[in-house]
């Protein structure tokens, strides 16, 4: 008869213990999908997807050994600006090697590029039309 209760005792624990188990995944599911990304984030992605920054990452990488990749300076929107300003580039041991920066909207998420040489920002492929004919 002790066994039995024992038994008993046992089961219903396990049970118990299955379906807090089966609620918590539950909820920590619905927490996951909850999470939303930064406007930080988004515009950074924008960057990461362009041509160039993975060009002047493969050059980091080259130049380094593969022991570095492309660096960033994100500045978000603030009084001064309204966009976010993403400088991409080598971070060295005394300075940071500016490359590129690029100019990100944060509604659009469109990016626009620093031009150096024209002194001017335009919408990147106006910037690669410039490069086409440097």
Request: hydrophobic content about 35%; charged content about 30%; aromatic content about 12%.
């Amino acid at each position: 008869m002790k066994t039995f209760y024992y038994l008993s005792i046992f089961i219903f624990l396990s049970i118990t213990a299955c379906k807090n188990s089966s609620d918590s995944e539950n909820s920590s599911d619905s927490s996951v999908q909850s999470v939303e990304r930064s406007d930080e984030d988004k515009a950074l992605d924008a960057v990461i997807k362009l041509q160039e920054f993975k060009d002047v990452n493969e050059q980091i990488k080259a130049i380094t050994n593969g022991k570095q990749e492309a660096t960033f300076i994100i500045n978000a929107p603030s009084e001064d600006h309204s966009e976010y300003y993403i400088q991409v580039g080598y971070n060295q041991e005394q300075w940071f090697e500016n490359m590129y920066i690029f100019i990100v909207d944060p509604k659009t998420f469109d990016v626009s590029i620093e031009d150096l040489i024209e002194g001017d920002v335009v919408p990147i492929e106006t910037w690669r039309q410039r490069e086409e004919r440097r």
